[in-house]
């Protein structure tokens, strides 16, 4: 069974740092493209970047590029996304997500697994 559990969200002010974590059990972790998504509210789900299996190639949204860094430990199934430089507008439930194979889906209809979610509130 495979599961995907996300940690490391909270509340912080705008300016500060996060860093979230998602350990994943139940797959071959370096054969999936892992992908962090967002929801606000009333909003729809957003990507924000996704990393291939080799932890080489990355891939970003706009919104995030720059601030935030997708890594990944394939000794440890763990995937993280380190956010810098926080907004109020980043505030939303952060999931992250694994995609069979090599490609960077920016799409979630295209991802086959998915977390819970973490919550993270930015304060102006």
């Known amino acids: 069974q495979v599961q995907l559990v996300e940690s490391g969200g909270g509340l912080v002010q705008a300016g500060d740092a996060l860093r979230l974590s998602c350990a994943a059990s139940?797959?071959?972790?370096?054969?999936?493209?892992m992908g962090w998504f967002r929801q606000a509210p009333g909003k729809e789900r957003e990507f924000v970047a996704a990393?291939?299996?080799?932890?080489?190639?990355?891939t970003y949204a706009d919104s995030v590029k720059g601030r935030f860094t997708i890594s990944r430990d394939n000794a440890k199934n763990t995937a993280y996304l380190q956010m810098n430089s926080l907004k109020p507008e980043d505030t939303a439930v952060f999931y992250c997500?694994?995609?069979?194979?090599?490609?960077?889906?920016?799409?979630?209809?295209?991802?086959?697994?998915w977390g819970q979610g973490t919550q993270v509130t930015v304060s102006s």
């Open positions: 997500a694994a995609s069979l194979g090599r490609a960077l889906f920016t799409n979630a209809r295209l991802y086959d697994y």
């Open positions: 139940g797959l071959t972790f370096s054969s999936y493209t």
């Open positions: 990393i291939r299996g080799s932890g080489t190639i990355t």
